[in-house]
């Protein structure tokens, strides 16, 4: 098993492995990003390469009539999480797709979140601005990155991710940039806020 291509993309039974793997390592990183969205009663969130779907449960329980899409290009994580999420299956849509067409109006969301995901979007410049007009006009977007998260073709964001993406995330358009390395129990990570101006 070409183990950076299951994290990169799970597919198939090894890719279900992967899965469950990532549900119980990355567990503590993902609640932490849906605790920095805040998400507040009857707000509109989407989450973007959600994998096993640990982070749209915390969604769903996050907040009442809360509305929770997800996205991501995996067939095998969108088959995970929707068993996962079944119960919610009136609040949490899931879609196959990638960050860089999203299936969705403009200016649908009031907060958009992905963790360890971010480093895989291709092309990043076209995703970020795909991610832009999708969020309401004020809508925040929060991004978690371990440094060891894995890049689509191997090695590891690593520990300059923050001055890869600063430059993308300002000419996308985004406001009230945060970006900050943090210590978890995988190592650092990389935790991003920003908005979409009014
Ligand atoms: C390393 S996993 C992270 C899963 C989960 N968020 C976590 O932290 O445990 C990366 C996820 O991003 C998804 N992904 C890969 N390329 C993507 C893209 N271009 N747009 C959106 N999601 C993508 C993968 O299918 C996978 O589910």
């Not at 990003?33 to 989450?47: F, N, S, Y």
């Not at 992905?114 to 969020?135: I, K």
Request: glycine share 10%; hydrophobic share 45%.
């Amino acid at each position: 098993m070409d183990l950076t291509r299951q994290f990169a993309l799970p597919q198939g039974l090894g890719g279900r492995v992967i899965g469950a793997l990532m549900a119980v390592m990355n567990a503590a990183q993902v609640k932490e990003t849906v605790r920095a969205v805040a998400p507040k009663a009857d707000e509109h969130v989407l989450e973007i390469g959600f994998g096993p779907g640990i982070g749209l449960v915390a969604l769903a329980t996050s907040a009442p009539g809360l509305q929770v899409a997800g996205v991501d290009p995996s067939a095998t994580m969108v088959a995970a999480a929707g068993r996962r999420t079944r119960r919610f299956a009136d609040r949490v849509q899931l879609h196959e797709g990638t960050a860089a067409a999203l299936p969705f109006p403009d200016a649908t969301f009031d907060a958009v979140c992905a963790t360890n995901s971010v480093q895989l979007w291709r092309p990043r410049a076209e995703s970020l601005a795909e991610v832009l007009r999708v969020l309401k006009p004020g809508g925040r977007l929060v991004l978690s990155i371990l440094e060891r998260a894995v890049l689509p073709d191997g090695g590891s964001a690593g520990p300059h991710f923050d001055e890869d993406l600063r430059p993308d995330l300002e000419a996308a358009g985004y406001a009230d940039l945060q970006l900050h390395w943090r210590p978890s129990k995988l190592g650092r990570a990389l935790s991003v806020t920003a908005t979409r101006p009014l």
